[in-house]
């Protein structure tokens, strides 16, 4: 599956972004989806993740901030960011699951197949 992720840029601490993520290639609908960012000097971290039924997974320091959708009508999976900070500061990147795998599985840590290029957020204080 091939991802193209979009929608970063500068904001302003407490400004609101969203990120899009456009999937081809394989049956969207049936694949779960991911967010992951990478800030400066840091190692990659998951951000949320939605399962293709629409279940979703965040990690602790976006919860209540952030919102993973997705619109399987036009093949793209969405992260509205929401109170940024400027911990959000990264390189944001979705990801796709490979055929087959669990969903409880994904978001314990398993590997996601597929990613897209990176989209820069950057936020000022």
């Known amino acids: 599956v091939q991802l193209q992720a979009s929608g970063g840029g500068l904001v302003q601490t407490g400004d609101s972004l969203r990120l899009s993520c456009a999937a081809s290639g394989r049956t969207f609908r049936t694949t779960h989806m991911g967010w992951f960012r990478q800030a400066p000097g840091k190692e990659r971290e998951f951000v949320a993740a939605?399962?293709?039924?629409?279940?979703?997974y965040y990690a602790d320091s976006v919860q209540g901030r952030f919102t993973i959708f997705r619109i399987n009508a036009e093949n793209t999976v969405f992260l509205q960011m929401n109170s940024l900070e400027p911990e959000d500061t990264a390189v944001y990147y979705c990801?796709?699951?490979?055929?087959?795998?669990?969903?409880?599985?994904?978001?314990?840590?398993?590997?996601?197949?597929?990613w897209g290029q990176g989209t820069l957020v950057t936020v000022s204080s």
């Open positions: 990801a796709a699951s490979s055929p087959g795998t669990d969903w409880y599985s994904l978001i314990a840590g398993a590997d996601f197949g597929s």
């Open positions: 939605i399962s293709w039924r629409g279940g979703t």
